[in-house]
């Protein structure tokens, strides 16, 4: 079984920057597309941005290109997203989604919290 396990939310002032993680574990890590998606208050959670198994096709919402950035580590088996120019709108929950290639299963971590607020 997937489990995924995000860090490094927190309280920013607009402008400044943030480096979330998610670590991975229970299957093979390059089986499996990992998105980032972001639930703000009273809204359904949205796509940030994703990488694919192969590491070949990064996607990244329109509102966050040129400020974000999606990277991973395969032999860690962690996915990092750097979070840069940080705007009020950010602000959210964010979680980890890895969803197998074969089986098209979705799973997801518990979340963490960015606030960018002054």
């Known amino acids: 079984q997937v489990q995924l396990v995000e860090s490094g939310g927190d309280l920013v002032q607009p402008g400044e920057s943030l480096r979330l993680s998610c670590e991975f574990s229970?299957?093979?890590?390059?089986?499996?597309?990992i998105a980032w998606m972001r639930q703000a208050p009273g809204k359904q959670r949205v796509l940030v941005a994703s990488?694919?198994?192969?590491?070949?096709?990064?996607n990244y919402a329109d509102s966050v290109k040129g400020r974000f950035t999606i990277s991973r580590d395969i032999d860690k088996k962690m996915v990092y997203l750097q979070m840069n120019s940080l705007k009020p709108e950010d602000t959210g929950v964010y979680y980890c989604?890895?969803?197998?290639?074969?089986?098209?299963?979705?799973?997801w971590g518990q979340g963490t919290q960015v606030t960018v607020s002054s």
């Open positions: 990488i694919d198994g192969g590491g070949d096709n990064i």
């Open positions: 229970g299957s093979i890590f390059t089986f499996h597309d």
């Open positions: 989604r890895a969803t197998s290639v074969y089986s098209g299963n979705s799973f």
